[in-house]
């Protein structure tokens, strides 16, 4: 004789258990002998390819076939309810844990790299006198006034040889480009 253990609880499922028919709704009273899982449902004689585990609620196939749409139910089960609710809530519940472990290891390498960054910059500050700093600083400082002069000295050649000196455009032009010098130094 045969004998069925659950492949996702693996609890014993008893082939010679009452049952009833997924398609009817009979109450199939088995034997060792007669009416077990894989006889035909007595009323309507329909054959049952699949039955739900009666601890997880699983739907476990009883032949090749892909299983039916009227899967065998052990009478008396302690599972009620849809046959793959558990088995979804399972998935649901394991993608959420998933989620939520992929979710806390990008936060932990974020904190890593802004951590390791904090340290680099720690380790620069130190490495570097005061004295080096602020000479960076008065270059970065003089190279950005010698370029908004250069870019203002640019924009006048143009106008001059576009309008020429005397023109009211010009006059506007260079108004306009001291005022921008004005405003980016």
Same mark, same amino acid.
């Given at each position: 004789?045969?004998?069925?253990?659950?492949?996702?609880?693996?609890?014993?499922?008893?082939?010679?258990?009452?049952?009833?028919?997924?398609?009817?709704?009979?109450?199939?009273?088995?034997?060792?002998?007669?009416?077990?899982?894989?006889?035909?449902?007595?009323?309507?004689?329909?054959?049952?390819?699949?039955?739900?585990?009666?601890?997880?609620?699983?739907?476990?196939?009883?032949?090749?076939?892909?299983?039916?749409?009227?899967?065998?139910?052990?009478?008396?089960?302690?599972?009620?309810?849809?046959?793959?609710? &558990? *088995?979804?809530? =399972? #998935?649901?519940?394991? /993608?959420?844990?998933?989620?939520?472990?992929?979710?806390?290891? @990008?936060?932990?390498?974020?904190?890593?790299?802004?951590?390791?960054?904090?340290?680099?910059?720690?380790?620069?500050?130190?490495?570097?006198?005061?004295?080096?700093?602020?000479?960076?600083?008065?270059?970065?400082?003089?190279?950005?006034?010698?370029?908004?002069?250069?870019?203002?000295?640019?924009? &006048? *050649?143009?106008? =001059? #040889?576009?309008?020429? /000196?005397?023109?009211?455009?010009?006059?506007?032009?260079?108004? @306009?480009?001291?005022?921008?010098?004005?405003?980016?130094?």
């Amino acid at each position: 004789r045969m004998r069925l253990f659950c492949p996702d609880c693996r609890k014993y499922i008893d082939m010679t258990a009452n049952w009833v028919c997924g398609k009817c709704n009979e109450e199939v009273y088995a034997s060792y002998l007669t009416n077990d899982l894989l006889s035909p449902c007595p009323k309507c004689l329909v054959e049952s390819s699949s039955v739900i585990c009666p601890h997880c609620g699983e739907l476990l196939n009883l032949t090749e076939n892909d299983p039916d749409e009227y899967p065998a139910q052990i009478k008396g089960s302690t599972f009620s309810g849809n046959p793959n609710s &558990l *088995k979804q809530t =399972k #998935e649901l519940q394991d /993608l959420e844990f998933k989620k939520k472990k992929a979710d806390m290891s @990008a936060a932990l390498l974020q904190s890593e790299i802004r951590l390791e960054n904090m340290n680099e910059s720690r380790k620069e500050k130190v490495k570097r006198p005061q004295e080096e700093v602020l000479k960076d600083s008065l270059s970065d400082f003089n190279a950005r006034h010698l370029a908004i002069y250069q870019i203002a000295d640019d924009e &006048l *050649k143009k106008a =001059k #040889e576009k309008y020429g /000196l005397d023109s009211d455009t010009y006059r506007r032009t260079q108004e @306009a480009v001291d005022a921008w010098k004005e405003e980016n130094m």
